[in-house]
């Protein structure tokens, strides 16, 4: 069965920190993307970032660059978001989602901020306050 466990949440002050990880089973990292995405109360769900896992190459949406970090450790099947200098404007449940490169491609999913990845955790609540 695949799965994606999120994990991390929780309440922070601002510009304090918070370390996401999520752990995936019944599927390798290998050959996939994998991205977090955040979706506020009565707001869209929107990509935060993405990491190939191939060669590491990371997007941002513009709002978080410079302040969260994805990383991925293919050997345990994790990826983590390190998030810094967190602000009001980051409350949200934060979800991982994966993907695999092949997918993508056939199905022509260009947009890694789209949520249109095909695995998804359950989501982690982060809120920061003010």
């Known amino acids: 069965e695949v799965q994606l466990q999120a994990c991390g949440g929780g309440l922070v002050q601002a510009g304090g920190s918070l370390r996401l990880s999520c752990a995936a089973s019944g599927f390798s990292f290998d050959d996939h993307h994998i991205g977090w995405f955040r979706q506020a109360p009565g707001k869209e769900r929107e990509g935060v970032s993405c990491?190939?896992?191939?060669?590491?190459?990371?997007y941002y949406v513009d709002s978080v660059k410079g302040r969260f970090t994805i990383s991925v450790d293919n050997a345990k099947n994790t990826v983590y978001l390190q998030m810094n200098s967190l602000k009001p404007e980051d409350t949200a449940v934060y979800y991982c989602?994966?993907?695999?490169?092949?997918?993508?491609?056939?199905?022509?999913?260009?947009?890694?901020?789209?949520?249109?990845?095909?695995?998804w955790g359950q989501g982690t609540e982060v809120t920061v306050s003010s």
């Open positions: 990491i190939s896992s191939d060669d590491g190459t990371t």
């Open positions: 989602a994966a993907d695999s490169f092949e997918r993508r491609i056939l199905s022509g999913l260009n947009d890694w901020a789209e949520p249109t990845y095909n695995y």
